[in-house]
Antibody
Framework: EVLLLESGGGLVQPGGSLRLSCAAS????????MSWVRQAPGKGLEWVSG????????CYGGSVKGRFTVSRDSSNNVLYLQMNSLRAEDTAVYYC??????????WGQGTLVTVSS | QSALTQPRSVSGSPGQSVTISCTGT?????????VSWYQQHPGKAPKVVIH???KRPSGVPDRFSGSKSGNTASLTISGLQADDEADYYC?????????FGGGTKLTVL
């Protein structure tokens, strides 16, 4: 069974940093591209960032480009999202998702990030 | 990348059919056959119900179907059941990025 378990969320002040983690199990992590998708309270889904299976290619949504960095540790089956220069509008539940070519096949339960003073 | 356009809400009675539209551009929906649909119940993670425009993952009832014409994709749910009440999101690949729709709340009357 595919399991994705996010952690690292919490309360952070505007301008601060946070690193999210996603522990993956139940599949060969190094074979799959992964993404982060977020959902602001009461709002819709927004794709944030993706990383190829090898980790050699990364991509970002326009609202986070230059502030967020995605990475992966395939030795330990962990996906990361380093978030810098956080803003109030980054407040959201952040999901990690296992890609299946061009869609998101499995999702974690999410971790809440709140940016507030 | 602008969000895909979905109706905010749709409704139907048990046993009826509803269709949710998802309009994008030639850079996303119209440019790729990689539209997926996600069902999200309150407080839960999204679940894929349609991928690659028309394909259903195993375990998803055949009451769920997808289609696309030009820059608009559609999700049809037939034989509505109470458990179908949820938020539905379309998503399209857009060349090294993905774009979601704003979401549609389905109410089963």
């Amino acid at each position: 069974e595919v399991l994705l378990l996010e952690s690292g969320g919490g309360l952070v002040q505007p301008g601060g940093s946070l690193r999210l983690s996603c522990a993956a199990s139940g599949f060969t992590f190094s074979d799959y591209a992964m993404s982060w998708v977020r959902q602001a309270p009461g709002k819709g889904l927004e794709w944030v960032s993706g990383i190829s299976a090898s980790g050699g290619d990364t991509c970002y949504g326009g609202s986070v480009k230059g502030r967020f960095t995605v990475s992966r540790d395939s030795s330990n089956n962990v996906l990361y999202l380093q978030m810098n220069s956080l803003r109030a509008e980054d407040t959201a539940v952040y999901y990690c998702a296992k890609e299946n070519f061009y869609d998101f096949w499995n999702w974690g339960q999410g971790t809440l990030v709140t940016v507030s003073s | 990348q602008s969000a895909l356009t979905q109706p905010r809400s749709v409704s139907g009675s048990p046993g009826q059919s509803v269709t949710i539209s998802c309009t994008g551009t030639s850079s996303d929906v119209g440019g790729y056959n990689y539209v997926s649909w996600y069902q999200q119940h309150p407080g839960k993670a999204p679940k894929v119900v349609i991928h690659d425009v028309t394909k259903r993952p195993s375990g998803v009832p055949d009451r769920f179907s997808g289609s696309k014409s030009g820059n608009t994709a559609s999700l049809t749910i037939s034989g509505l059941q109470a458990d179908d009440e949820a938020d539905y999101y379309c998503c399209s690949y857009a060349g090294s990025a993905w774009v979601f729709g704003g979401g549609t709340k389905l109410t089963v009357l």
